[in-house]
């Protein structure tokens, strides 16, 4: 097997960007609590980091021992954000370079791994004994909630088809295809009976570190959107050299939704999404109880903590209350009139009172 030395392979053309974080467990310190970042590539002398924690000898040929270990490659992801394409992308660039790749929970890890994607981004690193250069990829939470709700009534996974107790014996599936639209959207996003529930699914990425130096943050539309591009940044991320990098785009053209034909989407039961259209998900929030809802369930500065304030359910709340008002400049006195006529019907269950 031919081990690549990822991260520690310094490139002028693509320098490694990646902070090694080393923890007291790894450095056997005694009676220190706070974790020591080290930055380090092979142009960096870490001595200047060592001095400034006046550390023993002992201490120092610890932390030299770790940071000389084959660093792990991990990516880190969550239902509905790709995971099926990073997988195959992942497993395809390993195969030709012959690195050992592995896509499990942590307690199946094994020690000689070089890449491993880890699916709802539950790893404690307190028990990863080398360095980690990491990538971890999100989607728009309410794209999460619609395309979760399509696949969910449809999946053959044996978590969405075995029978849940409190609820009767009924499935995840079945009791999706049992609801209208607007509850069966309300059931995804609020339940919690599954790691793969929306809700669970979501609140993983609100509670995820963002601040880890060693992880870079992508967005499951950038890779729909910048396929090669965003590509591109997760390899170099994980100190490909350039010719790693060519031939690895070259291997996974394949795999790019936007790339493929109506009739292969339309077979692709994981992609729900069959025009890809990445703005969908606003069709089904422009239902103000979908909304209302949504903020009744998850926290305020969800899309703040995760970094979407370009495009987000406020950004649609704001932009629906704009089209109202716009409006309602170009309506005429009857039409204004009208709509003041049926609001008034609505308060006495659709009947018309000005009808005698």
Same mark, same amino acid.
């Given at each position: 097997?031919?081990?690549?030395?990822?991260?520690?392979?310094?490139?002028?053309?693509?320098?490694?960007?990646?902070?090694?974080?080393?923890?007291?467990?790894?450095?056997?310190?005694?009676?220190?609590?706070?974790?020591?970042?080290?930055?380090?590539?092979?142009?960096?002398?870490?001595?200047?980091?060592?001095?400034?924690?006046?550390?023993?000898?002992?201490?120092?040929?610890?932390?030299?021992?770790?940071?000389?270990?084959?660093?792990?490659?991990?990516?880190?992801?969550?239902?509905?954000?790709?995971?099926?394409?990073?997988?195959?992308?992942?497993?395809?660039?390993?195969?030709?370079?012959?690195?050992?790749?592995?896509?499990?929970?942590?307690?199946?890890?094994?020690?000689?791994?070089?890449?491993?994607?880890?699916?709802?981004?539950?790893?404690?690193?307190?028990?990863?004994?080398?360095?980690?250069?990491?990538?971890?990829?999100?989607?728009?939470?309410?794209?999460?909630?619609?395309?979760?709700?399509?696949?969910?009534?449809?999946?053959?996974?044996?978590?969405?088809?075995?029978?849940?107790?409190?609820?009767?014996?009924?499935?995840?599936?079945?009791?999706?295809?049992?609801?209208?639209?607007?509850?069966?959207?309300?059931?995804?996003?609020?339940?919690?009976?599954?790691?793969?529930?929306?809700?669970?699914?979501?609140?993983?990425?609100?509670?995820?570190?963002?601040?880890?130096? @060693?992880?870079?943050?992508? &967005?499951? $539309? /950038? +890779?729909?959107?910048?396929?090669?591009? =965003?590509?591109? %940044? #997760?390899?170099?991320?994980?100190?490909?050299?350039?010719?790693?990098?060519?031939?690895?785009?070259?291997?996974?053209?394949?795999? @790019?939704?936007?790339?493929? &034909?109506? $009739? /292969? +989407?339309?077979?692709?039961?994981?992609? =729900?999404?069959? %025009? #890809?259209?990445?703005?969908?998900?606003?069709?089904?929030?422009?239902?103000?109880?979908?909304?209302?809802?949504?903020?009744?369930?998850?926290?305020?500065?969800?899309?703040?903590?995760?970094?979407?304030?370009?495009?987000?359910?406020?950004?649609?709340?704001?932009?629906?209350?704009?089209?109202?008002?716009?409006?309602?400049?170009?309506?005429?006195?009857?039409?204004?009139?009208?709509?003041?006529?049926?609001?008034?019907?609505?308060?006495?269950?659709?009947?018309?009172?000005?009808?005698?």
């Amino acid at each position: 097997m031919v081990t690549y030395n990822f991260g520690f392979k310094y490139n002028e053309e693509i320098p490694p960007q990646q902070t090694l974080t080393i923890s007291p467990q790894n450095i056997n310190i005694p009676n220190q609590t706070q974790s020591i970042a080290i930055e380090t590539n092979i142009k960096k002398d870490i001595d200047n980091v060592i001095k400034k924690y006046n550390l023993s000898q002992l201490e120092i040929n610890n932390i030299h021992n770790y940071t000389t270990k084959k660093p792990l490659i991990v990516h880190c992801c969550h239902h509905k954000t790709g995971t099926v394409v990073i997988e195959k992308v992942l497993r395809a660039v390993a195969a030709h370079f012959r690195l050992k790749y592995q896509y499990c929970p942590q307690t199946g890890l094994e020690d000689d791994t070089d890449i491993w994607l880890q699916h709802h981004s539950q790893v404690d690193f307190s028990k990863i004994d080398r360095p980690v250069i990491g990538t971890h990829m999100i989607r728009n939470p309410c794209a999460i909630i619609v395309s979760a709700y399509e696949y969910h009534k449809m999946t053959i996974e044996q978590w969405a088809n075995r029978k849940i107790k409190m609820l009767g014996g009924v499935t995840y599936k079945g009791i999706l295809n049992t609801l209208d639209l607007e509850n069966g959207l309300i059931f995804e996003m609020k339940n919690n009976f599954y790691v793969e529930s929306s809700k669970n699914t979501i609140m993983d990425i609100y509670n995820w570190d963002y601040k880890m130096p @060693n992880f870079l943050e992508l &967005k499951f $539309e /950038d +890779l729909m959107m910048d396929y090669n591009g =965003t590509l591109i %940044n #997760m390899f170099k991320h994980y100190g490909f050299s350039r010719e790693m990098i060519d031939t690895s785009l070259e291997i996974v053209q394949k795999y @790019n939704l936007m790339n493929k &034909k109506e $009739e /292969d +989407l339309i077979k692709n039961k994981h992609v =729900t999404n069959k %025009n #890809m259209d990445l703005e969908k998900w606003k069709e089904y929030f422009r239902n103000p109880v979908i909304c209302k809802r949504f903020w009744k369930i998850y926290p305020e500065d969800l899309f703040e903590k995760i970094n979407y304030t370009y495009d987000n359910l406020k950004k649609l709340e704001e932009s629906l209350e704009l089209g109202k008002k716009s409006k309602s400049l170009f309506m005429t006195q009857e039409e204004k009139l009208q709509i003041a006529k049926e609001n008034i019907w609505k308060k006495y269950n659709g009947e018309n009172p000005f009808v005698f």
